[in-house]
């Protein structure tokens, strides 16, 4: 396919944002017009980003921020796709411990859980063994420490569902690539002896099958665009929609050189720019 083509033969554009639409607080180059274009063409958009940390209504913010004018129905982050779909596991409800930032404790309050992050604090919870909970969400959370990770795992022993909003090794920023939502997962699930029951975020194919039923898509009309293979552009293969690398975040041109058929990305682009080559 050329770059042509991702224009004209997709009708939904899942867009990732770190490494692709911005990197910390600046826009990445080309991004904000590129999109604003999209929204020109008729096409549809829609953010999917693992970070779980900021609210839906924080990331409408940042990139209205930048530029880009955007309604909170667009946004997708792994810490929604988990919550809506614990909502149907635990119909009735339940109690969640959140290792984790705003992003994540809104996203399952917000569906009903209630949180013993607020009923206790970390020390009651490691000395009594009688405190347990439905389950423990882990994410990202940068004000980690390790009493919080102390009480998640204790509770993860006393019986509690283990799930993870995303595992991404690492977060993109402008100093540099820094820990990511899956050291703390790893810590849990080697201190707990558990491993994550589930795990909601790209590349596992859920949030892209929540996101074409919004947006009420059929697979073969939407692409994912995303900075890395091994989560954004493997989520599109899972969910077996079209997939786009951005090459201003992780993935470099010299990893694309070399993959094999199945792993290969249906479009490259430079930037997102590259969307609109010979318009």
Do not use: W
Request: hydrophobic content about 40%; proline content about 3%; overall charge neutral.
């Amino acid at each position: 396919m050329t770059a042509k083509n991702i224009l004209e033969d997709n009708e939904l554009f899942i867009i990732d944002l770190d490494g692709v639409v911005y990197e910390g607080n600046i826009a990445i180059v080309n991004a904000v017009e590129s999109i604003n274009k999209l929204h020109s063409y008729g096409k549809e958009i829609a953010y999917f980003t693992n970070n779980a940390t900021l609210t839906p209504e924080s990331y409408k913010n940042k990139l209205e921020g930048m530029g880009i004018l955007t309604e909170g129905s667009q946004i997708y982050t792994s810490a929604m796709v988990c919550a809506r779909s614990l909502r149907n596991a635990y119909k009735k409800g339940g109690t969640v411990f959140v290792v984790g930032e705003d992003g994540l404790v809104n996203a399952l309050t917000d569906v009903g859980f209630s949180t013993l992050n607020v009923k206790y604090e970390f020390d009651e919870i490691i000395k009594n063994k009688t405190i347990k909970a439905d389950f423990v969400a882990a994410g990202l959370d940068r004000s980690i420490n390790y009493k919080k990770l102390a009480a998640a795992s204790l509770l993860i022993s006393r019986g509690a569902k283990f799930y993870a909003s995303n595992t991404d090794a690492t977060l993109p920023d402008p100093s540099g690539f820094l820990p990511g939502a899956g050291s703390i997962v790893a810590f849990l699930a080697t201190a707990s002896g558990t491993n994550p029951e589930k795990i909601f975020g790209k590349p596992y194919p859920e949030g892209i099958q929540q996101i074409l039923k919004a947006f009420s898509c059929h697979k073969n009309k939407a692409v994912i665009i995303g900075d890395r293979l091994d989560t954004d552009i493997l989520c599109g293969k899972n969910a077996k929609i079209n997939t786009a690398i951005v090459l201003t975040g992780v993935t470099q041109k010299k990893d694309v050189r070399n993959l094999s058929p199945e792993k290969m990305p249906d479009y490259v682009l430079n930037d997102l720019s590259d969307i609109f080559l010979n318009k």
